[in-house]
């Protein structure tokens, strides 16, 4: 949303800069490296990191700072008061029930996409014992890398190419793994055959041994809104297998939710 100049607090701006400055890779920072991440200068950095201190957003030890529990005031309000995961979850719920599988719903948020809905158990039972099947960090509000993961390909695949070219525009896509797709040229044919087929597989592009699938939530306008994946054990997502089993309990679901959305 673009706004006057005039109604624009800077200070604001820098604060949340700062406070977004923290994530898996580093949480604690410092004045230095706050400012670093933010982009601005370190003591502009220190005096936000010391009024999140006082509010009680971050806690520190008078060098480092970290987030305090307080934060989770914003993602608490967020799912409890927002349409979307509240409509979403009956159905995810309904699936997992079905299938015994893991399913969530995601938003796109920049160059991540950020876990709105979710439902499923983290471990099934096999002969062997407890099976992981779900991806590290798979949580509401998680926040995963959108080229690596089935659903933020679905999300970019519903730009149009002029947007989808300018979000890939100068970007580095990271390596996670060795089957992540990095090289741009490749991502963007790959952007291309998800548009065409309306749906993505991504295989161990984001974690090892984690395959997903994933379609597309459009509303009654034809607007991609979200993004509904499962992540299942990999002999359930074979080609075959998939498109058995899973894709049309995928396609139905996003058919049904579509007059909700």
Known sequence: MAIARADFIEGMAKGMAVLESFDTERQRLNATLAAQRAGITRAAARRHLLTLAHLGYLETDGSYFW????????????????????????????????????????????????????????WKTSPAGAVRVLAYG????????????????????????????????????????????????????????????????????????????????????GQTVAALNVVAAPQRLEARAMQRDLLPLLLEAARELRPLL
């Open 67 to 122: 987030l305090a529990p307080k934060v989770l005031r914003f993602s608490g309000s967020y799912l409890a008061s927002a349409r979307l995961p509240r409509v979403l979850q009956p159905t995810l719920n309904r699936l997992a029930a079905q299938t015994s599988e893991s399913f969530s719903a995601v938003v796109l948020d920049g160059d991540q996409v950020v876990i709105v809905a979710r439902s499923g158990a983290e």
């Open 138 to 221: 798979l949580h509401l509000g998680a926040r995963l890398p959108a080229h690596a993961t089935s659903t933020g390909r679905v999300l970019l695949a519903a730009k149009t190419r002029t947007e989808f070219n300018a979000w890939l525009k100068g970007r580095e896509l990271a390596r996670l793994t060795s089957h992540t797709t990095v090289e741009p040229r490749k991502f963007r044919a790959l952007i291309d055959e998800v548009r065409a087929q309306d749906y993505c597989v991504a295989g161990e592009e984001h974690e090892l041994g984690v395959h997903a699938l994933a379609v597309p939530l459009r509303n009654m306008q």
